[in-house]
């Protein structure tokens, strides 16, 4: 795990040659910018044709999902001052020998006609799809910063989607995307494009201020890797937990090969899985077999938090899931990651046999790096287990004189309960208690005071979840996220029929409310 985490070296291809032949200035022709309708294949193809690079894919893939999403038309904003591309020509191509450019393309896509003459005045109509900067000519990665709404059939599967405001000749438009960036492969690698995500994720919560793509470079502590810094070859795992450190997002580690089992062991909690061994008996790596990998990333990314995998030669960062039918009944858990060198919104369709769209083989799975707000102290892990243990004992002792109580007790006997977890802050979780819960309950979480961010555990029923319906909770645990993970400190238990809230004293006032499901939680860090 001390080796950099990159990806190999862009593969040349003939489309990046030619680049001497474009004429001094044209990159920055015509100003302010091109309007083109992409009404035809050959549209989409001229676009591409654009912008050749080593590496084709990540930007085919950007324009794979502009298009998906059905964009019409494309307004290609030029002599862009974009603060990435910047901080990357100032920090390394500044100092080279050869001449750059020092501005990159800016390229909008939109579900409707935009006339060239009215791009100060675009209809409220528009279907602002997101945007896409493209580094000038002879940079190795051509893709800089990039918003672009989740393609059709994912848009309920991607968890960590961030809203920005976009400035556009004078115009603010919004979009809802992940982030992400192709790295240039001299100033910043695979490891870098991955943290400056899940970074940018951070910023645009206002939970810490921006850095620009240089920085995760430059600030890096080189004396960690046994690589040069410039040009830089990687980041170590230790060099991207210092480096989110120093950013004010400090992580959380995990060693794939070595995951701990939640304890208290929850109810209707599947076995630990059994270690999978090779023709000569040896254990394979976890990143092969091991299934409690699949609980550990969810509870972050229920929670919005992207996960960086790495895997000791590449990078990447998970950025939602979402569950299929196993053919072998029940469901499985299919991934959706930002990969620098394949594009973003990519399918996970197995993790223990992890092959890319374009057939690339990625080794196991061996390091989760997950950068989190500096307050939210207390695991996730601990939390679900005394969660799903405090959550079985309260139904069991109350179900006597709450009756309604037992819904809790009886899905569990019929091995239908399941466990989600997600982190929030407490501001998000009372504001949206009204719309998914009775009322009774959703008044007594308003008024009661709550530290900025609170872990949610959430008593699931499966049978209801696998149905389709979102009102399949029949009652949670919420937790102080400072509490220790010794000791995690219940703010609010609730089981059917009944609850209990914490006050700033430590008693706990009882609640009788409604038995009735009610609506899944979602993450806010507002």
Known sequence: MSRPVRAA??????RHC????VRRGAWEDPDPAKVRILAHPRDWTWLLGQYPARNPDPLKHCLDVAKAAGALTVVIETRYIDPDFRSEYVAFHA?????HY????RLHFFKGPISPDRLWEIPVDAGYLGYMVVRPPTQLGRVGRTMLAPPPGLDDAVLTTIQENVHFFGQTISIRAVPFMEQDAQLDRCAHAAAWVCHYVAHRRGIVPRRPIAAFNLMSNPSMSPTRPVPSEGLTVGQLVELFRVFDLPARLYDVDALKTVEPTPPCAPPDPIPVVDANGKQLHGGLWNTKLFGTICRYLNSGIPVLVGNGEHAFVL????????????????FVRQDDQLGPYQPVKSVFNDVGVNGYRYSPWTALVVPLPEK?????EPAEGVGATFLQQIASMVQAAVPDAKALSDCISAGALAFRTYATSANH???EAMRRMPNAVAREYRMARFPRFVWVVEAVDRRARDAGRTDCVLGEAVFDSTSSELDPKGLAFHVPGYALIASTKGTYREL????DLYQIGTAGWE
């Open 102 to 105: 020092d501005t990159a393309h």
């Open 512 to 515: 009788r409310c409604p038995p």
């Open 18 to 21: 030619g680049w001497a032949d």
């Open 376 to 380: 939210l102290w207390l695991p996730p």
């Open 95 to 99: 100092r080279a020998f050869s001449t």
């Open 319 to 334: 950025v939602g899931y979402r569950r299929t039918p196993n053919p072998s009944g029940g469901s499985w858990i299919e």
């Open 429 to 431: 979780f009372k504001d």
């Open 9 to 14: 070296r862009p593969r040349p291809t003939p």
